[in-house]
């Protein structure tokens, strides 16, 4: 058995590192099992689904160039904002149009950088946004969409576009035979009725090594209304019910048990 505690999740490298520092190897692990506190579920269940978990997920940041000039005469200039608006408009119907609606994709502009100050029509504006999916080919041509529109609408209004994509992780895949022994050890802990059965679009590197390594990845609910622990995860007011971590350990180790025991049996049984 071996116990791993990896830094830097969502990608920010800590998977490659540790893969890189062999903790895969000598020995090698038959199975690899990894658990998330969750907050949007509330205290006792656990979130265990076959195949795709989590999602995969890259960066992108749109440079559209214009010509700058003053904010009093804007037919002398080329404005960038207004077809980097129009861009991000335009980006929103990638999924409603061209994505089977039972598939799942997320396309999200988080960052809308220009000028300096406000009577100035700058010379450009960047778009950083995401791309979240389960599937790779989909994952491709969400981007070629995005560069499809935002190249084409750029030139609409005479400015030019340009993309740069950075891959940070693949999707979190849990294979059959782990995420069933998982099911049962909940089941035996907490019952069947605690098992939820759901997915998030939200994102981190477990990917790499269960691409390794058969195995499964599930989150322990850490909600509790009664004592305000209602926040989501990144937010401010974040804080979870600690119960949740006892959860956590017992069904770690019972599914591990079932692995190294062989027959079923309890820790200590």
């Not at 904010?71 to 608006?85: E, K």
């Not at 100050?117 to 979240?132: H, Q, S």
């Amino acid at each position: 058995i071996k116990f791993v505690f990896q830094p830097a999740e969502e990608g920010l490298g800590g998977a490659f590192a540790m893969i890189a520092e062999r903790v895969l190897e000598d020995p090698r692990p038959d199975v690899a099992l990894a658990m998330h506190l969750w907050t949007p579920e509330e205290l006792g269940n656990v979130r265990v689904v076959d195949g795709p978990c989590m999602a995969s997920s890259s960066v992108f940041t749109l440079t559209v160039e214009g010509r700058g000039g003053h904010g009093a005469a804007p037919h002398l200039a080329v404005d960038p904002i207004l077809a980097a608006a129009h861009i991000v408009a335009a980006l929103q119907s990638i999924v409603s149009r061209n994505v089977n609606p039972q598939d799942s994709v997320v396309v999200s502009i988080g960052q809308f950088s220009a000028g300096t100050t406000f009577n100035v029509i700058p010379e450009r504006a960047i778009l950083k946004g995401t791309v979240r999916s389960y599937d790779n080919d989909l994952h491709r041509m969400i981007y070629r969409r995005i560069l499809e529109m935002a190249t084409s609408m750029a030139e609409a209004f005479r400015c030019k576009a340009t993309m740069e994509t950075i891959a940070i992780v693949q999707a979190v895949v849990n294979a059959p035979e782990p995420t069933a022994v998982v099911r049962q050890a909940v089941t035996k802990l907490l019952g069947a009725d605690r098992i939820v059965e759901h997915r998030t679009m939200a994102s981190e590197d477990m990917g790499f090594i269960l691409d390794e390594i058969p195995g499964c990845y599930f989150f322990i609910g850490a909600r509790n209304e009664a004592l305000g622990y209602t926040y989501p995860h990144h937010h401010p007011r974040f804080n979870f019910d600690e119960r949740a971590m006892l959860h956590g350990m017992a069904v770690m180790a019972e599914a591990a048990a079932s692995y190294v025991l062989g027959d079923g049996k309890e820790i200590g049984g």
